[in-house]
T-cell receptor
Framework: SQQGEEDPQALSIQEGENATMNCSYKTSINNLQWYRQNSGRGLVHLILIRSNEREKHSGRLRVTLDTSKKSSSLLITASRAADTASYFCATARGGTDSWGKFQFGAGTQVVVTP | EAGVAQSPRYKIIEKRQSVAFWCNPISGHATLYWYQQILGQGPKLLIQFQNNGVVDDSQLPKDRFSAERLKGVDSTLKIQPAKLEDSAVYLC??????????????FGEGSRLTVL
């Protein structure tokens, strides 16, 4: 079963608007990562947030992590048509038996219209 | 720096036939992953290698799927015989850091399999 569950499944916005998507997970984690996937392409890493961090920024991206609620959010500010893609969260569990094991959610499909 | 290379990009076969996918990870990356991504879903881990040893293959359907990573570099994923439900994109990813689960994954463009 997949660890992360993204919400919403799909999001349609206009250029310049902000896009927010959420990820919930079930077990304790070492870190949580967000990836982008353009249609027909591989996944590209966007940002990583560790379990002891609450917020992280990278350019127009802002990620928050609430370990008490086992949830994370990804905010894309001032969206552009090029942000049209599917966004996935991936959780990495801690512990020596889980080294490098990443589980992905089902993704949020974002469409940004000009 | 060259990225993760995968081939072929597309493959169409009939059910019960066999297929093989090849992956060349980023140079120096010790960990290599094969993921299966069915249309509309997130990637599902099939197998994870650390150098040329298998770390996790718990979700690999071993009656029909096999994978190897000879010499700890390139990897091959084989399906024999293929079923209709194997239609998916097979993604290869590599990671530089061994040990605790830190560090990003680098993905190839994927190999899209259609089973008729």
């Amino acid at each position: 079963s997949q660890q992360g569950e993204e919400d919403p499944q799909a999001l349609s916005i206009q250029e310049g608007e902000n896009a927010t998507m959420n990820c919930s997970y079930k077990t304790s984690i070492n870190n949580l990562q967000w990836y982008r996937q353009n249609s027909g392409r591989g996944l590209v890493h966007l940002i990583l947030i560790r379990s002891n961090e609450r917020e992280k920024h990278s350019g127009r991206l802002r990620v928050t992590l609430d370990t008490s609620k086992k949830s994370s959010s990804l905010l894309i500010t001032a969206s552009r048509a090029a942000d049209t893609a599917s966004y996935f969260c991936a959780t990495a569990r801690g512990g020596t038996d889980s080294w490098g094991k990443f589980q992905f959610g089902a993704g949020t499909q974002v469409v940004v219209t000009p | 720096e060259a990225g993760v290379a995968q081939s072929p990009r597309y493959k169409i076969i009939e059910k019960r036939q066999s297929v093989a996918f090849w992956c060349n990870p980023i140079s120096g990356h010790a960990t290599l992953y094969w993921y299966q991504q069915i249309l509309g879903q997130g990637p599902k881990l099939l197998i994870q290698f650390q150098n040329n040893g298998v770390v996790d293959d718990s979700q690999l359907p071993k009656d029909r799927f096999s994978a190897e990573r000879l010499k700890g570099v390139d990897s091959t994923l084989k399906i024999q015989p293929a079923k209709l439900e194997d239609s998916a994109v097979y993604l290869c990813a590599s990671r530089q850091i061994r040990g605790p689960a830190t560090g990003e994954l680098f993905f190839g463009e994927g190999s899209r399999l259609t089973v008729l």
